[in-house]
């Protein structure tokens, strides 16, 4: 099993699968993971959805209509496929998605090392 992290105080764990990021495709495998029963953890530096936060001007919508923007399990309003989500609705969205997964907010990953039975995952955590 890889070491899911070693923070600053010496303090281990350990994960089958580490994750790094919590953004759209991150969450997306760890829903998929946890279907499967897989022991993992979705290590994210910032807030869920943070680029969408961060990084987007707060008028920013999808590019693609709600009908491409797919996440498992996951359906859009019916008569919303023509719509563009705009940036809040979109961190809504992944926050909501994010609910039942096992994600670590405010955990930077500072170095992933192959070693022994694994990987040795660094984190500010």
């Not at 680029?51 to 009908?67: G, I």
């Not at 909501?96 to 070693?115: I, N």
């Amino acid at each position: 099993m890889p070491d899911e992290g070693r923070s600053m105080n010496r303090t281990r764990s350990r994960a089958d699968v580490v994750i790094v990021g919590g953004g759209q495709a991150g969450l997306a495998v760890s829903y998929y993971l946890r279907a499967l029963g897989v022991e993992h953890v979705v290590l994210e530096r910032g807030q869920i959805a943070e680029s969408w936060r961060s990084a987007r001007w707060d008028s920013f919508t999808l590019v693609t209509p709600n009908w491409m923007t797919r996440l498992p399990g996951h359906t859009m309003s019916a008569g919303t496929g023509g719509d563009f989500l705009p940036r809040d609705a979109v961190v809504a969205m992944l926050e909501r998605f994010a609910d039942e997964l096992p994600v670590h907010t405010g955990t930077e990953v500072l170095s992933v090392a192959c070693g022994g039975d694994g990987y040795r995952v660094v984190t500010t955590l």
